[in-house]
Nanobody
């Protein structure tokens, strides 16, 4: 079992920045990759960024160049630095961890609101 807790969401003006954090506990030794997803009202959950245990990262075009995912030294923490935020980035952001064997865990989510 892996337990994920996100923090760092909030209200920010367009053009501003936020940094999200996610701390994993439990069977963290078995985590292959971690990532961030988001879900806006009325929309499907979508990938924002992910990072493998080897450090490879992946971003969709919508956030490439603005968002950066990184892992802490202890490897059980993942961050999402979000710059040049837009109103379209408003969503609940969820931390995700994929365990060896394919099990996927989700955090409770943290709300990010970007005002005009």
């Amino acid at each position: 079992q892996v337990h994920l807790v996100e923090s760092g969401g909030g209200l920010v003006q367009a053009g501003g920045s936020l940094r999200l954090s996610c701390v994993a506990s439990g069977s963290i030794f078995s985590i292959n990759a971690m990532g961030w997803y988001r879900q806006a009202p009325g929309k499907q959950r979508e990938l924002v960024a992910d990072i493998t245990s080897g450090g490879s990262t992946n971003y969709p075009d919508s956030v490439k160049g603005r968002f950066t995912i990184s892992r802490g030294n202890a490897k059980n923490t993942v961050y999402l630095q979000m710059n040049s935020l837009k109103p379209d980035d408003t969503a609940i952001y969820y931390c995700n961890a994929e365990q060896a064997g394919g099990l996927v865990y989700w955090g409770q989510g943290t709300l990010v609101t970007v005002s005009e």
